[in-house]
């Protein structure tokens, strides 16, 4: 994992796109890495996609 947990950020005519990556912990003890798409707009506004990664 990144330390500040920034992946990739892009920018495009629809807005900048920025990538993050962190821990779930789970009932059970275990933590599932996952990614989250964060759309930032011009106006500032902020909007969040959850992705789940498979990694074990």
């Given at each position: ?9 892009r ?25 989250a ?6 106006d ?13």
């Open positions: 994992m990144n330390p500040n947990n920034v992946v990739e950020t920018v495009g005519k629809w807005g900048t796109f920025i990538k993050k990556e962190f821990l779930l912990a789970g009932p059970s003890g275990k933590f599932r890495l996952l990614e798409v964060w759309h930032v707009t011009e500032g506004l902020r909007f969040v996609s959850p992705i789940l990664k498979f990694r074990k």
